[in-house]
């Protein structure tokens, strides 16, 4: 059980990329899937969520009408739409996936990270 990203790369400033985020061995159903991006130097930051619940999603201000996180109807893979990238969105991105909840008649909790994708925008 695990998520893994791809998607990540080189892009000039301006341009776009799309992450994805699969979950392997069990799906995003009831979970929580955030984006997050560490840059050099620079603290883990969370730059956006999706709830299953409602299906509502938000965005660091700093990301924010440049980003769009979206889950596929088969709940196993979540993007990150991230156009008119800047050298500062440069950091590699994790994806995670965050349950709480009832399971089978007791309460689970599950918190899986991705290892990481390297994005770099250059200016």
């Known amino acids: 059980v695990r998520v893994m990203e791809s998607g990540g790369g080189s892009v000039q400033a301006g341009g776009s990329l799309r992450l994805s985020c699969a979950a392997e061995?069990?799906?995003?159903?009831?979970?929580?899937v955030t984006w997050h991006r560490r840059a050099p130097g620079k603290q883990r930051e969370e730059v956006a969520r999706?709830?299953?619940?409602?299906?509502?999603?938000n965005y660091a201000d700093s990301v924010k009408g440049r980003f769009t996180i979206s889950r596929d109807n088969t709940k196993t893979t979540v993007y990150l739409q991230m156009n008119s990238l800047k050298p500062e969105d440069t950091a590699v991105y994790y994806c995670?996936?965050?349950?709480?909840?009832?399971?089978?008649?007791?309460?689970?909790?599950?918190?899986?990270w991705g290892q990481g994708i390297q994005v770099t925008v250059a200016s």
């Open positions: 999706f709830r299953s619940i409602g299906e509502s999603t």
């Open positions: 995670r996936a965050y349950y709480y909840g009832d399971s089978d008649g007791g309460l689970v909790e599950n918190d899986y």
């Open positions: 061995g069990f799906t995003f159903s009831g979970y929580e």
